[in-house]
């Protein structure tokens, strides 16, 4: 069954907002401390822990890509006004656009979708959503994860028909993150 995407967008971003720029790399370990993970870049790939504070949605802690980055950014001092990691996906590329917030007075609780796992927690797994809207995405998928009873991620995978190998290394980055968090 097919979701509506634009609902599906909202249901995500209502989800993260409900519950309340470091040097950018391309090879190594990717360490987003201030949300709790640690996820090795793949070969070849380009990598970004970012500040919530510069980011229209105070939510992206993360940009992954098979691209280089190019966030589009107004100002140059803090707090900086971040809307997109990229212009546009090349073809055959992927990016990772990865949302952290935290939960206040309630638990996190995410969406109904397919159960996945994502470095050995609990996830949803949700098709088309609208948040890589402009970016020239064919697919679009979002793996929500309740790290902890007051923190919720949503990794979104926006990806312009990206070849097998590189569908296989995402699901290895995925297998391999290294929570910080109990």
Known sequence: MRIRTSALAGTILLVLSA?????????????????????AVPAGWHALATERSDWIDGKTVAILSTQPLNPQCEGSDAPRECRSPLVTLDSGALLIWWLSTTCAGTACVPPVGDPALVGGREATRLQGTDVCTGLGATAEEAYIVAVSPQQLDAIVVCQRDAPASVHATLADLLERVDWRTP
Do not use: Q, W
């Open 19 to 39: 519950c309340g720029g470091t040097a950018p790399s391309n090879s190594g370990v990717l360490a987003a401390d201030s949300a709790g993970f640690r996820v």
